[in-house]
C-alpha cells in the first residue's frame, strides 16, 4: 500500500489539506470545510470552557487516528461512514478547537498555530503505526467497530473517556497546542 507523503509544518494545511481530498473525496472536503470556518465566529465562541477544549483536543486526535489508520490499513469506506455518522459532533469539536486556539494564540496566530498541531498529531500517529506495526491495522479494525457502534451523539464522550484511560505502548499520550 502507498505511503501518504508526510506532512511538512511549514506547508501542512496544503499537504494535508490534498492529502484529505484526494483520500476521502468530498466527506474529507466537509470536514475540512468545517474546520475553516471564520475567524469572527470562533471569536464569538471563544469562551469555551476548559473542559470543552479538552473534548475538542480529545476528538480530534480521535479524529485523526482513524483518518490515518483508515489510510494505511485500507478502512477509507469506515472512515467515510465515521465522518458522515458524526458529522455534527466533528463539526462542532472543530470549531471548539479553533476558538481555543484563536483564545491561546490570538486571531492572528490561531490558524499557522491549529494547522502546524494538526500536522503534529498526524505525523505522530504515522509515528505509532511504524511503532506498532502489524498490530496497529488491527487495533484499528477493532476502534472503527467501537466507534461505529457509538449512538449518534456520543462520539465526543466516547473520545474523552478514552483519553483518560492508560493508553498502550506507542500511542499518542501527550498534545501540546503550542508550537516551539
Known sequence: MPTPPRCDESEGRQVLGDFVVRRFGFVGVLVAGALAISSATIAG???????????????????????VSALYCDQQARYNAFVRR?????VSSGRQLKALFVTRHGARHAIPKLDAFLTRLANKESQRRLTLGIRYCRDAQDLF??????PQRQLVTFASERAATPLPQGRLTRLQTTTN
Not at 458524526?86 to 466533528?90: A, C, I
Open 145 to 150: 467497530t467501537r466507534v461505529l457502534r457509538l
Open 86 to 90: 458524526f458529522e455534527g459532533e466533528l
Open 45 to 67: 465562541d471563544a469562551a469555551a470552557s476548559d473542559t470543552l477544549d479538552h473534548t475538542s483536543v480529545h476528538t480530534r486526535k480521535l479524529q485523526t487516528e482513524l483518518m
